[in-house]
C-alpha cells in the first residue's frame, strides 16, 4: 500500500519550458489536490478534484492546468514555467468532500521540489 | 474571503515546557479544524483534529481546543520534547468548493534540549 505516490521528486526547468507532475494514489480516495509551498506561506491550494471527472480551481490556479485522468490519477501542468513557479508542489488525497462529511483527512504525497530558472 | 491566519510564525522552547499555537478563521460556517505536523524535508502528517460540535480534544501530550464565537482554535503540547521540532500548520475547511481546507503559514516550533 503505497498511499500517495508523486513524480518527480527533483526537476530544474528554464523558463518557458513545460512539465507535468504525476499523482497517483492507491487508497480508493475520491477527492485530490494539488498544494504547493513556499517558505512562509503555508500550504496554497493550486486545484483540486472533488470526485472523478470534476476539477476546480484553489487558491493559486494561474499558470496551471490540471487532469483528473481516472480516479487514481490527477496530475499538474505547468504549460510556461516561470521563475514565481519554483516550489515544493505536494499532491493529497482524502475520501471524499462534502457539506455533509466536512473536510476529511489529507494524506499528502512526499512532494516534488521544482526550480525554474 | 477565506483566511487562515497562524501566529506565532516561530516559536522557541525549553524541554518539558508547554507550546501554544494559535489559528484564526474567517468563515463562520467552517467545521474541521485539523493540525498537521511537518519535519524537516517531509510531507504534512496529521497530528489532530477537532470538528465544530466539540470545544476540545486530547491525544496524549497533544490537545486542541475550539472557540466557534471568537472563531480560533489552538494546539497545545505539553511536556515537550526535542522530537517536537517541526513546522506545524493548522488548516479550517470552507464551504466554498465542497468544504476545502485552507491551512494558515506555518509555526516553527523548536525544543531545546
Known amino acids: 500500500n503505497a498511499g500517495v505516490t508523486q513524480t518527480p521528486k527533483f526537476q530544474v526547468l528554464k523558463t518557458g519550458q513545460s512539465m507535468t507532475l504525476q499523482c497517483a494514489q492507491d487508497m480508493n480516495h475520491n477527492s485530490m489536490y494539488w498544494y504547493r509551498q513556499d517558505p512562509g506561506m503555508g500550504l496554497r491550494l493550486i486545484y483540486y478534484s472533488a470526485s472523478e471527472g470534476t476539477t476546480d480551481k484553489g487558491e493559486v490556479p494561474n499558470g496551471y492546468n490540471v487532469s483528473r485522468l481516472n480516479k487514481r490519477e490527477f496530475s499538474l501542468r505547468l504549460e510556461s514555467a516561470a521563475p514565481s513557479q519554483t516550489s515544493v508542489y505536494f499532491c493529497a488525497s482524502s475520501f471524499r468532500q462534502g457539506a455533509l462529511s466536512g473536510a476529511n483527512v489529507l494524506t499528502f504525497g512526499a512532494g516534488s521540489r521544482l526550480t525554474v530558472l | 474571503g477565506e483566511n487562515v491566519e497562524q501566529h506565532p510564525s516561530t516559536l522557541s522552547v525549553q524541554e518539558g515546557d508547554s507550546a501554544v499555537i494559535k489559528c484564526t478563521y474567517s468563515d463562520s460556517a467552517s467545521n474541521y479544524f485539523p493540525w498537521y505536523k511537518q519535519e524537516l524535508g517531509k510531507r504534512p502528517q496529521l497530528i489532530i483534529d477537532?470538528?465544530?460540535?466539540?470545544g476540545e480534544k486530547k491525544d496524549q501530550r497533544i490537545a486542541v481546543t475550539l472557540n466557534k464565537t471568537a472563531k480560533h482554535f489552538s494546539l497545545h503540547i505539553t511536556e515537550t520534547q526535542p522530537e517536537d521540532s517541526a513546522v506545524y500548520l493548522c488548516a479550517a475547511s470552507f464551504r466554498g468548493g465542497g468544504n476545502k481546507l485552507v491551512f494558515g503559514a506555518g509555526t516553527i516550533l523548536r525544543v531545546k534540549s
Open positions: 477537532i470538528r465544530s460540535n466539540v
